[in-house]
């Protein structure tokens, strides 16, 4: 893979924002389990991007993307779930899932194309 890898990117930054977010509503005193499974879930995902950039085969490779898309899925249905209870502010929400559904696309291409 080369050195400035899109997913790798997203998914970090995607984890720090997610992590920020985890802050402010606990600050905020939401509910503690839906932000843990938030942000369980969001870090996931950059978690297993890296570890498929280190995967010892191109099997494992794609398991991990698998799992990382897995997680953008859970993330994206907390973040919909925190939008709709109006735990956040439907523009910051959407700005989350809007980034959540690019790295969504994201992985499956490149899971996609993995297999073929």
Do not use: P
Not at 36 to 62: C, P, Y
């Amino acid at each position: 893979m080369k050195d400035d890898n899109i997913i790798l990117d997203k998914s970090f930054l995607f984890a720090l924002r997610i992590t920020k977010l985890f802050l402010h509503l606990r600050k905020n005193k939401v509910e503690r389990e839906l932000c843990v499974q938030l942000l369980k879930s969001g870090t996931s995902v950059g978690a297993n991007v890296e570890e498929a950039v280190g995967g010892s085969s191109r099997k494992d490779f794609i398991h991990k993307l698998e799992i990382a898309y897995r997680e953008a899925r859970e993330t994206r249905y907390w973040l919909r779930i925190l939008k709709e209870t109006k735990f956040i502010e439907e523009k910051i929400a959407d700005s989350f899932i809007n980034d959540c559904e690019e790295i969504i696309k994201i992985l499956t291409s490149i899971i996609n194309s993995s297999k073929g």
